[in-house]
């Protein structure tokens, strides 16, 4: 997928994450899309997950994992689930691994994790899971969810609102970032950031 559909998450998330984290200006474009408290950038890695024992014990990854430092310290973990052309994985996976950090978490409502299984949320609540079990396991202060699309992308609208639906914080923990944000952010930012926005042209 990476070298034959440039379209794919995979080379959309490299095109991103992989391209900017180098870039002087990332600690801004990340303040104006992902986390406005971000003082420092800590971590930037793309396909990551921890080792499945501090995890999932499966195969769940982030396309991309952001770590920021924040002023009074803390440090805050982001797994970005990128989507431009494919939608979210339609496979129903429910193993007891997910229901007991689903529970043992604290993120969800209580007797969610029902409604979360099919497979409108199924992919999506997996990578909330995953950052849930980053959080547990000491890898950052707090940690969250970003959906990175296509604004117009109901698809991928219907998961973040059907997760956030079960989670207490909502939006803290999980969120919808519309590629465009990204494209016009970097573009009101200037330079080499600013170059590769217009690429999109």
């Known amino acids: 997928r990476l070298k034959a559909n440039m379209l794919s998450s995979m080379p959309a998330c490299f095109n991103l994450f ?10 801004d474009l990340v303040r104006a899309t992902l986390d406005p408290q971000a003082t420092a950038i800590v ?16 195969k769940t990854a982030f396309d991309a994992v952001v770590v920021t430092k924040r002023a009074d310290g803390n440090t ?8 431009y052309t494919e939608p979210f994985s339609a496979k129903e996976y429910a193993v007891e691994r997910y229901r007991t950090t689903h529970e043992q978490s604290g993120w969800f409502r209580p007797d969610t994790a029902e409604s979360l299984v099919g497979a409108a949320t199924n992919q999506l609540w997996r990578n909330t899971l995953l950052a849930a079990a980053c959080e547990m396991n000491g890898y950052a202060s707090t940690a969250s969810v970003a959906v ?8 991928a609208r219907v998961a973040v609102e059907g997760v ?5 914080e909502g939006e803290a923990r999980c969120c919808s970032v519309p590629f ?22």
């Open 18 to 27: 992989g391209v900017l984290r180098s870039q002087p200006q990332f600690l």
């Open 43 to 58: 971590r930037v890695e793309c396909e990551w997950a921890p080792p499945p024992d501090e995890a999932l014990a499966d």
């Open 76 to 83: 805050h973990l982001i797994g970005v689930e990128t989507k």
């Open 148 to 155: 990175v699309a296509l604004a117009d992308d109901s698809k």
């Open 164 to 168: 956030q639906a079960a989670l207490r």
């Open 180 to 201: 465009e944000r990204f494209v016009d952010a970097a573009r009101q930012l200037g330079g080499p950031v600013a170059a590769w926005a217009n690429q999109f042209d």
